[in-house]
Nanobody
Framework: VQLQASGGGLVQAGGSLRLSCAASGRSFSTYPMGWFRQAPGKEREFVAA????????SYADSVKGRFTISRDNAKKWVYLQINSLKPEDTAVYYC??????????????????????WGQGTLVTVSS
């Protein structure tokens, strides 16, 4: 699976963005998908995950209620709707495909080790 993230940009605090991740390759619908982010000088952190069919989602506590992950298996896209942006949301955002066969609860825990394929990042900058 190859992944290509897009949609980042410069936005004022309180604004919104929608990040998109295009996937290529077969069997996209068999991969759980996730978004991670990495702020300058910090480690990569889990943001959100969505199950194979989109029926289950998981979020980091820091983004609950503001971020929404979704997927379109027919078109092979994953989305991250980001609302009420804060300066601390500034980071490079990455989409990733979870390992097939890994239980959903393990994927949902957000350990990057359980994600098999990674796209290049898209930069989100939030100004105060």
């Amino acid at each position: 699976v190859q992944l290509q993230a897009s949609g980042g940009g410069l936005v004022q605090a309180g604004g919104s963005l929608r990040l998109s991740c295009a996937a290529s390759g077969r069997s996209f619908s068999t991969y759980p998908m996730g978004w991670f982010r990495q702020a300058p000088g910090k480690e990569r952190e889990f943001v959100a995950a969505v199950s194979w069919g989109g029926g289950s989602t998981s979020y980091a506590d820091s983004v609950k209620g503001r971020f929404t992950i979704s997927r379109d298996n027919a078109k092979k896209w994953v989305y991250l709707q980001i609302n009420s942006l804060k300066p601390e949301d500034t980071a490079v955002y990455y989409c990733a495909a979870g390992g097939r066969g890994i239980p959903w609860l393990t994927i949902a825990s957000g350990d990057p080790y359980n994600y098999e394929y990674w796209g290049q990042g898209t930069l989100v900058t939030v100004s105060s």
